[in-house]
């Protein structure tokens, strides 16, 4: 292993791995139209078809929602204990469907309650009282779907309703695009994931209803993520699980049938852990390099990645890793810890290069007028 530095911006997207050296997929994934397997711990795509095609995600659209609100309660918008008055209207639409908390009319429900029931039930009336609410209307919400979407270069999808009910494929996502929410969900909000994906069942009202995740308590490890199924769509899934701080993120798109869902979405996941092997290259909170500052009173900041680091291949192979470091640099002060600023390209032996988000170490402040001194001595020296 080698690491070497490049200042230099730019996202590789993720590929396909279609090696010589790449295992036999399991039988099950077949008849499966579109899927993805990635590493979050390396970046690698172990396995995908169609990783780019759109389709409609059906309730997976609700991870979405979710996440909006994650960055809402994050950032001190939006409170767990605020609550929200269920409209006539959505009571009147929702409330004698099958999937949903059948909430009443002028009742009201807090946020908590809201997450986890759109989360664990998959509500479609909880996260249109959540997007009626917070977004002031449900056309209002999409608008800030899609331009959180945008963000976080989502670039192949689009946002009509916070559920996933049929809109006419308004409503669209790719494999890669739904693999990049994950990936920012759990990296930035873990204690949120955790609190509120990978729930077996929520009672509310007096009525108990299950999670249809087809990997929970039979996966090891797996804790979420959702569920979708439409008669436009499919049967859909976006899953994950982790092991020995290996992360794996799998979706499945425009599956015939719940059984072949099932059936794909375990023997896809054992197939990630079991037919390739990790090779760690950094433990959790290890410094993996360092970025020039500018501006800054400091000239140099450490950089860490959100949990390990992993290199991915098949087992039973060696393979060499090279590391290479890329960002836009000199950076500019001040930087906030927790700030990503870089990347981390991992390109193994017979593999796509893959990147993964590198993040500040420490917080860097504004130099004074005698470090700017200091510094400027040193950069001619």
Not at 72 to 100: H, M, P, Y
Request: glycine fraction near 10%.
């Amino acid at each position: 292993m080698r690491l070497r530095a490049e200042a230099r911006a730019g996202l590789a997207a993720l590929a396909l791995v279609c090696t010589a050296a790449t295992p036999p997929l399991p039988k099950s994934m077949a008849p499966i139209p579109i899927f993805m397997l990635a590493d979050m711990s390396s970046g690698q795509v172990l396995a995908a078809r169609e990783p780019a095609k759109r389709f409609l995600p059906a309730s997976i659209t609700k991870v979405m929602t979710e996440y909006v609100a994650f960055e809402a309660l994050s950032s001190g918008q939006l409170d767990l204990k605020r609550e929200f008055v269920v409209s006539d209207k959505v009571a009147n639409v929702w409330r004698w469907r099958i999937t949903g908390l059948a909430l009443a009319p002028k009742t009201t429900i807090d946020t908590d309650t809201l997450l986890h029931g759109i989360a664990t039930v998959s509500a479609n009336d909880a996260a249109e009282v959540f997007a009626e609410g917070y977004g002031g209307s449900v056309p209002a919400f999409a608008g800030i779907m899609n331009a959180t979407a945008q963000r976080l270069g989502m670039r192949d999808s689009t946002f009509a309703s916070p559920n996933g009910w049929p809109d006419g494929g308004l409503t669209m996502v790719s494999a890669r695009d739904l693999v990049t929410l994950a990936s920012a969900m759990i990296r930035r909000y873990p204690g949120l994931y955790h609190t509120y994906f990978g729930v077996k069942s929520m009672t509310y009202n007096g009525r108990t209803q299950f999670n249809h995740d087809p990997t929970l308590g039979v996966v090891p490890g797996a804790d979420g993520i959702k569920t979708g199924h439409t008669g436009e769509a499919g049967y859909t899934f976006l899953g994950s699980a982790e092991r020995g701080g290996r992360r794996l993120v799998m979706v499945l798109g425009g599956v015939p049938s719940p059984r072949q869902r099932a059936d794909a979405a375990r023997d896809l996941m054992e197939w990630g852990f079991a037919e390739w092997r990790s090779r760690r290259m950094f433990r959790a909170g290890a410094t993996i390099g360092e970025a020039r500052v500018q501006g800054g009173d400091r000239t140099r900041l450490p950089l860490v990645a959100a949990g390990p680091v992993f290199a991915s291949m098949p087992a039973g192979t060696t393979q060499p890793v090279v590391l290479t470091l890329h960002y836009a640099g000199p950076l500019v002060a001040p930087i906030a810890k927790g700030t990503q600023v870089a990347q981390l390209e991992v390109a193994v032996l017979g593999q796509p290069a893959s990147r993964i988000p590198l993040y500040a170490a420490k917080n860097i402040g504004r130099a004074d007028l005698i470090q700017r001194l200091r510094n400027g001595l040193r950069a001619l020296l």
